[in-house]
């Protein structure tokens, strides 16, 4: 029986399920997805799927294949940090997705008593029985926009619960917006204090010139070359989570003040590009209490 393949339909469907698979891996894993790269990724990811239809051969080949092209993709999209997680967490929102769509498919189908045109039919099969890509694709375009409008919203609603924090070292202050996590419960080992996360662009003005070079690389295995005076202030963070676990480098500030409180905590500076949405922090709600 022979099979047409129309390319254009399915790369269009690859392409979409690639873009948001690696949007939402990107926001489980904390890190801000950059636009182009993404949309190469996907593009990548969406080439390999119609070729992989139109040039069916060995499963074992193809499997090595796919897992070559996800990994490039998380490569290019994700960068080359924790990429083998950053992979294997794409696979499982790649799956998850691919679950909900289904089920979204069939109840579709269900409801309107027709199939749903997916790009590849046999030519023995007529189309009076199938929903059209003029009805599909639109639906798939007002997803989008749904899903666009549903983050906005949110995105507003989660910065209702920001808070102003200012952090002070030697001379020098800095003000941040920060958003409130109940999540965040890392503490500083020596002392116990909770930590603050922020971005090293946001916090690169307070630090002084002597310890610019440890928080710009975030490297920790050269910090018995730190100077003495700031010694004492610098620390190593013990943290786990989805993607993996880590040691953070921070350092304990002169003073922190959220709103009009004073309060104890220990600052951890990120560099490997991670977001907090539109805020500068992400302040543990234990600071506020």
């Known amino acids: 029986m022979e099979q047409v393949v129309y390319g254009d339909v399915l790369f269009i469907i690859n392409f979409s399920m690639d873009f948001l698979s690696l949007y939402v891996t990107a926001k489980f894993i904390h890190l801000r997805l950059r636009l182009v790269p993404a949309i190469a990724a996907a593009a990548i990811g969406a080439v390999y799927g119609v070729a992989a239809v139109i040039l069916d051969g060995n499963e074992l080949i193809s499997f090595f294949i796919s897992a070559a092209v996800s990994i490039l993709m998380c490569y290019i999209a994700l960068g080359k940090h924790l990429l083998l997680r950053h992979t294997l967490i794409f696979y499982a929102v790649s799956l998850g997705l691919g679950g909900c769509m289904t089920a979204l498919y069939s109840l579709a189908e269900r ?47 989660r910065n209702t619960s920001e808070n102003s924090v200012n952090i002070k070292f030697e001379d020098k202050n800095v003000t941040l917006s920060a958003l409130t996590d109940s999540g965040n419960l890392l503490t500083e080992p020596i002392s116990g204090s909770p930590v603050i996360l922020t971005e090293y662009k946001k916090i690169s003005c307070l630090l002084p010139q002597e310890l610019t070079p440890f928080f710009e690389s975030g490297d920790i295995s050269n910090l018995t070359s ?14 786990s989570g989805i993607g993996g676990d880590k040691m953070l480098l921070g350092f304990m500030p002169d003073e922190v003040t959220i709103g009009q409180i004073k309060k104890k905590a220990c600052v951890a500076v990120l560099n490997d590009g991670r977001s907090f949405d539109s805020s500068d922090a992400l302040v543990p709600s234990s600071l506020l209490e």
């Open 111 to 157: 409801i309107s008593g027709k199939r749903i045109w997916n790009g590849t039919e046999t030519l023995s099969e007529t189309s009076s029985n199938m929903l059209p890509p003029t009805v599909t694709i639109p639906i798939a375009a007002i997803s989008v926009v749904l899903s666009l409008i549903f983050n906005r919203i949110t995105s507003k609603r």
């Open 226 to 239: 730190v100077p003495t005076p700031y010694a004492v202030k610098v620390r190593m963070i013990p943290a």
